[in-house]
């Protein structure tokens, strides 16, 4: 009599496992027998892990050096004022004067040349 139930328990067994490793995963699309598949899956999961931790150890490091740069930079103090080379006269003959100046300008840069 307890042979007859091993039996049937070893039965049954056998048939929930051939309907979850089997035909299950055959149903979905997935890999058969995902039972033995399991330790890859985890290995998988441990690698992707590993590998934010170690892209979240260097963004911060960057962070850190962006700060660091920032904290050596030189301050500026504004944008810089252009300066005139010639300056407009007021009055009738601006136009003359302002020739006149060009010229000197640039008689005075040939002869540093």
Same mark, same amino acid.
């Given at each position: 009599?307890?042979?007859?139930?091993?039996? =049937?328990?070893?039965?049954?067994?056998? =048939? =929930?496992?051939?309907?979850?490793?089997?035909?299950?995963?055959?149903?979905? #699309?997935?890999?058969?027998?995902?039972?033995? $598949?399991?330790?890859?899956? =985890?290995?998988?999961?441990?690698?992707?892990?590993?590998?934010?931790?170690?892209?979240?150890?260097?963004?911060? /490091?960057?962070? /850190?050096?962006?700060?660091?740069?920032?904290?050596?930079?030189? &301050?500026?103090? #504004?944008?810089?004022?252009? &300066? /005139?080379?010639? $300056?407009?006269?007021? #009055?009738?003959?601006?136009?003359?004067?302002?020739? /006149?100046?060009?010229?000197?300008?640039? #008689?005075?840069?040939?002869?540093?040349?």
């Amino acid at each position: 009599m307890f042979l007859s139930y091993m039996e =049937l328990a070893f039965a049954a067994i056998l =048939l =929930l496992m051939l309907v979850t490793q089997i035909a299950v995963p055959a149903f979905r #699309g997935t890999p058969i027998f995902p039972f033995l $598949r399991r330790e890859k899956h =985890l290995a998988a999961q441990l690698e992707l892990a590993e590998e934010e931790v170690l892209e979240a150890a260097l963004a911060s /490091k960057i962070a /850190k050096r962006r700060k660091e740069a920032e904290r050596l930079r030189p &301050r500026s103090r #504004g944008p810089l004022k252009r &300066r /005139k080379l010639f $300056r407009r006269p007021k #009055g009738p003959s601006s136009s003359i004067q302002l020739q /006149k100046q060009k010229e000197e300008y640039n #008689g005075a840069t040939e002869e540093r040349a």
